[in-house]
C-alpha cells in the first residue's frame, strides 16, 4: 500500500486547510485510516482517525474545529478550521492494512502570521 498526501501550507491564524491522502496498491487491505502530526521537538500525536464503517475520532485539542471524512475506501481529507500556531506540524496520513501501519510522505501545515 502506498500513500500520497496533499495540501497543507502557509494560513494565518483563524484560517483553513484541507489535508488528503489517497492510498494505491493492495487498497483492498485497508481498514482505518487517519492523520498524525509532529511539530518540531515533540512526538507524532493522533489527531484523527475514521474506520471503514466511517466511524470517527479526534483528539480533544481539535474537537469542533478539525473534520476527517473518508470518500471511499482509499481517500481520506483531513478539514482543518480555526487554525492555531498550535496545530502547526507535519501531517502525516496513515492506514492500517490487517495489523500492519502504512505511512504517507507528510505535509507541511505552518499557521503563523
Known amino acids: 500500500v502506498q500513500l500520497q498526501a496533499s495540501g497543507g501550507g502557509l494560513v494565518q491564524p483563524g484560517g483553513s486547510l484541507r489535508v488528503s491522502c489517497a492510498a494505491s496498491?493492495?487498497?483492498?487491505?485497508?481498514?482505518?485510516m487517519g492523520w498524525y502530526r509532529q511539530a518540531p521537538g515533540k512526538q507524532r500525536e493522533l489527531v484523527a482517525t475514521?474506520?471503514?464503517?466511517?466511524?470517527t475520532n479526534c483528539v480533544d485539542s481539535v474537537k469542533g474545529r478539525f473534520n476527517i471524512s473518508r470518500d471511499n475506501k482509499n481517500t481520506v481529507t483531513l478539514q482543518m478550521n480555526s487554525l492555531k500556531t498550535e496545530d502547526a506540524a507535519v501531517y502525516y496520513c496513515y492506514a492500517d492494512c490487517w495489523g500492519i501501519a502504512y505511512w504517507g510522505q507528510g505535509t507541511q501545515v505552518t499557521v503563523s502570521s
Open positions: 475514521i474506520t471503514e464503517g466511517g466511524r
Open positions: 496498491g493492495s487498497i483492498f487491505r485497508i481498514g482505518s
